[in-house]
């Protein structure tokens, strides 16, 4: 709450200008105060985003440390439309020669046709049981309220493995009945004493019977509950989309270019980590305590960052244990370079050497950026040793505030006595000279 003070009315002098001025000089160590919380907020700041980058090259590390990750390739389909085919982590090169026999397929049974499909009294009462595979039969009953609609919302409430719906043809209403899952063993049985009034026991009532999927991979039979096979060749996914009986040409090849990207893209966040960590630390020539000028938590992670991805890997190849023997080198600034055409030559020749390097000094580097970035790592105790700081001169301005607050109260009292006081010796200054004039008449 602002005080109340009275501007010169018996002194004539400007006391609200005395008070800002002498308030003024009094808030200096405030401004010195306000100016080192923002220096450490933005060094703190700058540490919070350093270890962002370092987490990203953990994260980037982790995502080529073994040879499925790292490695990439391409499945090509002779007949894409019959057979779609993808490569993934843990493909090898190969061809292979595929024939698509039958496709897996769902059962779909139907029921006798009915007249209505929302009419009660038009089914059987009763009991309804439906088993998928092997699983225990679900139970319906039927009364005389049971319509076929009705009789739908029942079985797909109910989560059998069946889903139900109304078909109309036009004339008369059947209830579809449809296995949820391709394969064999997804065969749907039908029970109760109403089975035979629904006409579910008719076998010209199920229009497909559930059956796995039948091809040959290289002459071999291969069969699949499904049309999806991720399991016949080791990192390919084969999608089964028609059985043409016809042969199909699937061919799986290294994709360099891409395990290239891969690399680049650990480099480039190892890079980002370097650049600005040299921003942060580096001498300017003139002193700015909002920077982390020779801070040794980002010197330390910087030199143990570096050595993990330069120094040699023991045990592996001689000539293929560093990464600037695979064509990645140090630059300007410490920052690495990628020749992706020396890394594109030793990755056709010798890919095995290549990738077990890249996959050692990603695993390394993986732990070290790890260990910095953890929540108890160097980071987190920088950080905290930073919030402390931050706490302690926030509690200095706190309590500096309070007395510059209680100063400005003294102030304006002060001055307000001045002023009566001033005020009273001027009328007692008027009264004398008026009792002097008196008296000399």
């Known amino acids: 709450m602002s005080s109340i003070n009275f501007v010169g009315l ?6 609200r200008s005395i008070v800002s001025a002498l308030l003024g000089a009094a808030r200096v160590p405030l401004a010195r105060l306000t100016a080192q919380q923002s220096d450490v907020q933005s060094q703190r700041s700058t540490l919070s ?3 962002t980058l370092v987490q990203d090259i953990a994260t980037r590390a982790r995502a080529v440390d073994t040879t499925g990750e790292l490695s990439a390739h391409t499945a ?9 085919v993808a490569a993934g982590g843990g493909a090898q090169p190969g061809q292979y020669t595929i024939v698509v026999n039958e496709l897996a397929t769902a059962q779909r049974s139907y029921t006798a046709p009915f007249a209505d499909a929302e009419a009660p009294g038009l089914l059987p009462t009763g009991t309804l049981t439906i088993a998928v595979g092997t699983a225990a039969p679900t139970s319906f009953t039927l009364d005389g309220t049971t319509t076929l609609s009705s009789l739908a919302g029942m079985i797909n409430d109910a989560d059998a493995g069946v889903s139900a719906s109304v078909f109309f043809d036009g004339f008369s209403y059947r209830l579809q009945l449809a296995g949820r899952q391709t394969g064999a063993d997804q065969a749907i049985t039908f029970g109760g004493d109403v089975v035979s009034g629904l006409g579910l026991d008719q076998p010209t009532n199920t229009v497909s019977t559930a059956r796995d999927a039948a091809l040959t991979i290289d002459g071999f039979a291969v069969s699949s509950p499904g049309n999806t096979i991720n399991d016949a060749i080791a990192g390919v996914t084969l999608e089964l989309i028609t059985a043409t009986g016809a042969p199909v040409q699937v061919s799986v090849a290294r994709d360099v270019p891409v395990t290239i990207e891969r690399v680049e893209a650990l480099v480039a966040a190892y890079n980002a980590t370097v650049e600005q960590i040299g921003k942060a630390t580096a001498w300017t020539g003139v002193y700015d305590p909002s920077r982390l000028t020779g801070d040794s938590t980002l010197r330390l992670a910087d030199q143990q960052l570096r050595r993990a991805f330069t120094d040699p890997i023991a045990g592996l190849s ?4 560093a990464l600037v023997q695979a064509g990645i080198k140090t630059g300007a600034g410490g920052t690495l370079t990628v020749d992706p055409e020396k890394l594109s030559t030793l990755l056709a020749s010798r890919p095995g050497d ?3 390097l890249v996959n050692a000094v990603a695993a390394r580097v993986a732990a070290v950026a790890d260990r910095h970035a953890a929540v108890d790592g160097p980071f987190a ?6 919030g402390d700081q931050l706490d302690l001169v926030g509690d200095q301005i706190e309590r500096l505030e309070a007395r510059l607050a209680d100063y400005e109260v003294e102030l304006n009292e002060r001055f307000a006595l001045l002023e009566q006081l001033m005020s009273s010796l001027s009328s007692q200054n008027a009264f004398l000279l008026q009792s002097i004039n008196a008296s000399r008449e």
């Open 381 to 386: 105790v920088r950080d905290e040793g930073l």
């Open 318 to 321: 001689d000539d293929l244990q």
């Open 76 to 84: 090509t389909s002779s007949d894409p439309a019959a057979l779609a």
């Open 49 to 51: 985003d350093i270890r």
């Open 354 to 356: 290549v990738l077990a």
């Open 10 to 15: 018996g002194s004539g002098l400007d006391t």
